[in-house]
């Protein structure tokens, strides 16, 4: 029995949605931190999440690719593109724009 595989001339509706999403949160975002989640448990990430959202920031972990289109696709490509900071195991920190965000501040944060 054979099988073929299709190719999509499409991309996917869900990724396009995702690609989206992210390529918005760069454009609306004031700063961008890409970090290496390599080697980090599930809880050490929970444990790093707590205070960046308590400071009113959003740390997610993409599908590379998709972080990598999205980069290209925002207004700002040079912002993860420039020196390929989207690496195998990268996260992506979006601090939020508003004021009045908890101070926006993280005081220590220990992985």
Not at 36 to 61: C, F, I, N, W
Not at 93 to 98: E, G, H, I, K
Request: some cysteine; glycine content about 6%; overall charge positive.
């Amino acid at each position: 029995m054979t099988t073929t595989t299709t190719l999509r001339s499409e991309p996917r509706p869900d990724k396009v949605a995702i690609v989206e999403e992210i390529a918005g949160k760069l454009n609306e975002s004031v700063a961008v931190f890409v970090s290496e989640y390599r080697g980090m448990s599930v809880g050490q990430l929970a444990d790093l999440r707590t205070p960046l959202r308590a400071a009113g920031a959003e740390h997610k972990v993409y599908k590379n690719t998709l972080a990598r289109i999205a980069a290209t696709d925002c207004a700002r490509p040079q912002t993860l593109n420039s020196s390929g900071m989207v690496l195998s195991t990268s996260s992506i920190t979006l601090p939020s724009n508003r004021r009045d965000a908890n101070s926006g501040r993280v005081d220590a944060i220990s992985t």
